[in-house]
Nanobody, 114 residues
Framework: VQLQASGGGLVQAGGSLRLSCAAS????????MAWYRQAPGKQRELVAG???????VYADSVKGRFTMSRDNAKNRIDLQMNSLKPEDTAVYYC?????????WGRGTKVTVSS
């Protein structure tokens, strides 16, 4: 399984960015895809996750600002990030969990300037 992430970049506070992640390889129909992030000096944390059935979970810190969506036919997830804050600055990682395995994509950096 490979995860290809795109998006990210530099944006001013209050701006928006969109992250995308496409999975390829042996993808089972039942899985959970998610975005995690890791800020400098901090532990990696869950930002948002979405199951193949559509159930979605968000970190409290992003609720109301970030929206996760997925296209099961394309094994792709998107994370629309609005009203970005400097504290959203981090490296964002795409994640896929299926059966008993977990896969990670390369991180994509998001920098929010104040």
């Amino acid at each position: 399984v490979q995860l290809q992430a795109s998006g990210g970049g530099l944006v001013q506070a209050g701006g928006s960015l969109r992250l995308s992640c496409a999975a390829s390889g042996s993808i089972f129909s039942s899985n959970v895809m998610a975005w995690y992030r890791q800020a400098p000096g901090k532990q990696r944390e869950l930002v948002a996750g979405i199951a193949s059935g559509g159930n979605t979970v968000y970190a409290d810190s992003v609720k109301g600002r970030f929206t996760m969506s997925r296209d099961n036919a394309k094994n792709r997830i998107d994370l629309q990030m609005n009203s970005l804050k400097p504290e959203d600055t981090a490296v964002y990682y795409c994640n896929l969990m299926q059966v008993a395995s977990t896969y990670w994509g390369r991180g994509t950096k998001v920098t929010v300037s104040s």
